[in-house]
């Protein structure tokens, strides 16, 4: 029989314990991360428990006691000690009760960290031109979004990215997808990432650390829409938009023609209306010029009769009328006596004839 | 068929911004009735694209799964 040291016998057994790949499902208990790097817990039913250990970067689930999981991975040793340990590999949630739980921690640690912040929600364009889809192409959801686009809006380039929509392998194709936009250069209006409805189970994918932070590190602004009115995912609080249904995805992020076409009428009723005012607005100017001219035309006259009459006035015959005469001598009128001497004949003119007279 | 670079935002912006120049009553008549004239220009273009322009699919990946 070989002999060996206790170093080689607790390496020798943890070779062979390590072959072993199974699933066990039980409660978490005691859990704990030490030193923000390794992660310890037990798993329990309720008669035995064994210790579990996995490293901290390859725990991507919340854990806390009493949750159920499932978990993949290898029994083993500690070399140094030979304390039994699992090591973990995968850990599947269980029930729907857990996977409340994980969906509460993992809400509060994502809000904590911003990701659901309302100032960093981006606004859609009105006219969108491009758009990304990210669902499944068998999908209920994606006949829906195409027909209402379809229906909806014109001229449209949607960029279709296949993902399976239902566990693990759904996180992976999400997360490939908007690395694929993010590293494409379609100048995307909006990325809408959908499915239908289904269990809590079912849309789980969609409550994954792995999937908000790919939606959260999208260049282009995503609307969600996952699964029914009534389901609400994770995905939906860090999206820019959260849509009830794919259809609701696909009326948020385009207009209808018919409504817009409406509005392209008003503005062009708006513009002849404008033409209209400034039309009738020059007709009123020309009025009021018209108007002003007559009545300076109207004063001018008054001006001239005035000055007409004034002029009448000034003539003598008219004085003479009034028994005023002018007294002349050869001619001339006489304005001083001192020209006049004795016996000179003078002419007195007065208005209706002359008088021819001796002065004394 | 419409062409490819049709930008229906720029477009549609101009026929808004068209219809607030003639608002503001500061241009001429001449002028008026040129962007009046350009304006309906738009709106026909818009409405063609709305009524005849189709949507393009451009499927990016075969899913590997089906």
Redesign the interface.
């Known amino acids: 029989m070989k002999i060996y040291s206790v170093t080689e016998f607790n390496k020798e057994v943890n070779t062979l314990l390590s072959d072993i790949t199974v699933c066990v499902q039980g409660e978490v208990a005691n859990f704990k991360i030490s030193q923000n790097r390794f992660v310890w817990f037990e798993l329990k039913d309720n008669k035995s428990y064994f210790s579990c250990f996995l490293m901290a970067f390859n725990l991507h689930v919340q854990l806390e006691d009493g949750m159920y999981v499932q978990l993949i991975g290898s029994p083993g040793l500690f070399t140094k000690s030979g304390r039994f340990r699992f090591m973990v590999k995968e850990i599947k949630l269980v029930g729907e009760g857990t996977l409340k739980k994980e969906f509460e921690l993992l809400k509060k640690k994502l809000e904590q960290e911003g990701l659901f912040a309302e100032e960093r929600k981006r606004t859609l364009?009105?006219?969108p031109?491009r758009i990304g889809l990210i669902t499944?192409?068998?999908a209920a959801a994606y006949t829906d979004v195409?027909r209402i686009?379809?229906n909806r809006?014109?001229?449209?380039?949607?960029?279709?990215?296949?993902?399976?929509v239902q566990g693990q392998?759904a996180i992976v194709?999400i997360i490939k997808a908007f690395a694929?936009f993010n590293s494409h250069d379609y100048s995307l209006d909006a990325i809408i990432l959908t499915r239908g409805g289904g269990s809590m189970e079912d849309l789980w994918a969609f409550n994954t650390e792995e999937v908000c932070r790919a939606v959260f590190g999208s260049r282009y602004p995503v609307v969600s829409a996952v699964g029914h009115e009534r389901d609400v995912t994770l995905v939906d609080f860090v999206a820019d938009k959260r849509a009830a249904t794919p259809s609701n995805a696909a009326e948020m992020v385009v207009p209808h023609?018919d409504d817009?076409?409406f509005q392209?009428?008003t503005?062009?009723e708006?513009?002849?209306r404008?033409?209209d005012?400034?039309?009738e607005?020059?007709n009123i100017i020309l009025d009021n010029f018209s108007h002003s001219l007559d009545n300076l035309v109207a004063s001018l006259q008054e001006k001239i009769e005035h000055n007409i009459s004034l002029l009448k006035s000034y003539n003598p015959r008219q004085v003479l009328s009034r028994g005023y005469s002018i007294t002349k001598y050869k001619g001339k009128i006489i304005k001083d006596r001192k020209k006049l001497k004795k016996n000179d004949i003078i002419e007195t003119l007065l208005h209706n004839g002359k008088v021819l007279s001796k002065v004394n | 068929m419409l062409k490819k670079d049709f930008n229906f935002t720029q477009k549609f912006n101009e026929l808004e911004n068209i219809t607030q120049e003639l608002e503001s009553g500061n241009l001429d008549l001449d002028a008026s009735l040129k962007r009046f004239e350009k304006g309906l220009k738009i709106a026909a273009e818009l409405k063609k694209r709305l009524r005849e322009a189709e949507n393009k699919i451009r499927v990016l990946k075969k899913n590997r799964n089906k």
């Open positions: 364009p009105r006219f031109q499944s192409q068998d195409m686009l379809k809006w014109a001229g449209l380039t949607i960029y279709f990215y296949p993902v399976s392998t194709d694929y023609k817009v076409i392209i009428n503005l062009v708006s513009q002849k404008s033409i005012a400034y039309m607005s020059k």
